[in-house]
């Protein structure tokens, strides 16, 4: 009984729900500098070479959340 406890222990703390993992925060925080970057882009006139800026970093927040989750950094 107290081995299987301790089992079932270590196996919880190794991991992670609701979205709360290395790899959705990295990916979420990556999107939302894209984002804000964009919206400042499209207010300044609109400024084209921030805006594209803006959008590869969108398209990088899902490749790093992708490859982070792989790595074994995200809920499976």
Do not use: C, K
């Not at 970057?37 to 490749?63: E, Q």
């Amino acid at each position: 009984m107290i081995e299987s406890a301790d089992q079932a222990t270590r196996t919880a703390a190794r991991e992670y729900h609701h979205g709360r993992t290395p790899a959705a925060w990295a990916g979420s925080i990556i999107a939302a500098v894209a984002f804000t970057l964009g919206a400042v882009a499209f207010v300044m006139g609109p400024n084209w070479t921030l805006i594209w800026v803006a959008a590869v970093l969108l398209v990088l927040s899902l490749v790093t959340g992708g490859v982070l989750r792989r790595m074994g950094y995200g809920q499976s």
